[in-house]
């Protein structure tokens, strides 16, 4: 079955990365084409990055992990939504509106969202789209602008080993599975996942990301352990393609399930 898309699905500019170390505690520097990429979108030579860490434990750190990147490495300036910011819509709606490029850092996805929904930030979000900023993240960052995500939220937050499904904010409209390789359970749960996910497909990355403009997708890759997979059930079987791509091609590939 092929879905009628309407004009609202060729909108927006967003790169989801699905995994890849950003060079903090002296790990290799492997996001660099995607943080590239993403300035490069807003057509701007010093751009406006805000920086939000809120699904992480220590997001004061992880920002200066980021300010290290966009503003040491590529002369942004930078800011970050702080906790005590999100308190006061005024200080939220500002620093949205004055950002050209707003970064979702990884973490305990279902925190995020509970966090987003709780102060009205994910309609923000949603009107920072409609402003044509170039929306953006990591792992829990870039599951919160899809339909649904494979996440690990249980896994930190309670210790045990069991992946949930997580609603998005249902920009781009699939189910995100980052580090979909190196985390061995993620593929497994993909699949049961996706036997009650409908009307999607899963689009599994690691170290590579999903880049979207408007009408057209591609996968930007890191090196030669990039990964990028999309998968469904068909007909009783599961189906899993490599769709690592480095020209465009119509979004509605990337969006098509039978």
Not at 22 to 45: M, Q, R, S, V, W
């Amino acid at each position: 079955m092929v879905f009628i898309f309407n004009e609202e699905y060729y909108m927006g500019k967003f790169v989801a990365i699905g995994g890849g170390e950003n060079g903090h505690h002296n790990t290799k520097y492997e996001t660099a084409p995607f943080d590239k990429e993403i300035i490069k979108l807003t057509g701007k030579t010093t751009p406006n990055f805000l920086f939000i860490g809120l699904a992480n434990s220590h997001p004061d750190y992880y920002f200066e992990v980021m300010d290290g990147i966009y503003a040491g490495m590529y002369s942004c300036k930078t800011d970050y939504l702080r906790y005590e910011d999100i308190k006061h819509k005024d200080i939220t709606i500002n620093k949205i509106k004055n950002a050209d490029i707003i970064y979702v850092g990884g973490g305990n996805t279902a925190k995020l969202m509970r966090l987003f929904r709780k102060y009205g930030i994910d309609k923000m979000l949603i009107e920072a789209y409609n402003d044509d900023k170039v929306l953006c993240g990591v792992s829990a960052g870039g599951i919160c602008w899809c339909d649904w995500g494979n996440s690990d939220s249980e896994i930190i937050s309670l210790g045990n080993d069991r992946m949930i499904r997580v609603k998005g904010l249902g920009l781009i409209h699939i189910l995100f599975a980052p580090h979909i390789v190196t985390q061995p359970n993620r593929s497994e749960s993909v699949k049961q996942m996706m036997k009650r996910t409908y009307r999607v497909s899963a689009i599994g990355l690691d170290n590579a990301a999903l880049e979207i403009i408007d009408d057209k997708y591609r996968i930007l890759t890191n090196d030669n352990n990039s990964a990028a997979q999309k998968c469904y059930w068909k007909n009783g079987k599961y189906i899993t393609e490599n769709i690592i791509c480095a020209e465009f091609k119509n979004v509605e590939e990337l969006y098509e399930k039978c």
